[in-house]
């Protein structure tokens, strides 16, 4: 039986203080002891269903972070306040001063920016490699190195990493496998494939609603127990929590995840094979012509299709900006950042989110200055959405064949 992670968050019941089908939120940053002794005992260890102070753990936080564990297979969670949050406490949990991270060179502006600049200030080094060059990632292994990192699908190429591949070279390097899951949740289960630990933004697809910041680390009991530890633990001791009302509003967010990625994925899959077939040079991992099509065909769980991310390459800068310009006037969407919105985002990742990355990077990367990402909405009437890009297109003279093919 194939693993199907919406399932498992259906399964997931909690029944509020008073039978509330939603459970009360915690609206409290401390709690009751009945005895001092009972205190005393919480701070040496953790038990079950008992909660000290807010920071640590809270009830409705603890319902997010169970639902998103079942989703993802995992025996653990803790949800945190942003995506970053749950990257740079990860990171901080796995790595000391003198120790060495391999990282892909197609990321998350934000996680490079760590990497690259914040990290190397604790002694903590990164080097960025071609993930799909298996043995460039073996190569850059040394004793030292405590973390490979990647993202399932890539910000913003939208590179397949090949999870059990990668998890194997881990291993063998005795080092440990992070994937940030962001883009693809429930359609990806990076814990199955090998991987020791998944880190999410929940702004994105888990939510939903482009109303909150909000992120999640998923990995085994002692993982979770190491990254909130009272006395060491990166979490409980840099302090990205989680509000729990916002915790409460994405839990009841999550329960429509999958609906609502089907409807991404098809509506997706139908921009990405129309405008390839105008000659388009686009990029989603749905299509056949994508270079892991049939690596993340063996990889993900059925059901959920293929994301809702494409790249089109428009062959310059300015092409784009025009371009971006008028699908916003011809209500496509919206020109701004971020991504699993209800609506169709759109930005150049070169100018916004990667912009962290510099020029000759972004380019040996095949980041080019004319790539539109698109985060693609739940549109019903996704014909008409064709025909506006369509016109948009013509009007801002991007012609088929503008972009290099590639990866
Ligand atoms: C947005 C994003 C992040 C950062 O998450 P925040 O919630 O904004 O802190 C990390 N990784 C990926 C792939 C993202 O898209």
Redesign the pocket.
Known sequence: MAFNPASRVQDYLVFGEFGDVNPSITDSSTYTFLSPERMEELFEHEIEGCFLYSRHFNPTNKYLASALERMEDGEAAQVMA??????STTLMTLCGAGDEIVCGRS??G??YALLKNLLPRFGVTTRFVDLCNHDAVRAAITPRTRVLYC?SLS?PLLEVSDLPALAAIAHDGGTRLVV?N??TPMILSPLRHGADVV?H????FVNGTSDC???CVVSSREFIAQLNDINAGPSMLLGPVLDSTRAASILKNLHSLHIRLRQHGANALYLASGLQALGYTVHYPGLPSHPQHGLLARLINPGYGWGGMMTLDTGNHNAANRLMTLMQREKVGYLAV??GYFKTLFTTPGHS?SSEIPPEEREAAGLREGLIRFSIGLDEDVVQTMERIERCLVEAEVRPNAGRAGN
């Not at 942003?82 to 990257?87: N, V």
């Not at 933004?201 to 994105?204: C, I």
């Open positions: 942003s995506g970053m949050g749950a990257i990321i998350y934000g996680t993202e910000n940030d962001t883009f880190v933004s929940l702004t994105k910041v909000a992120g971020s991504l989110t």
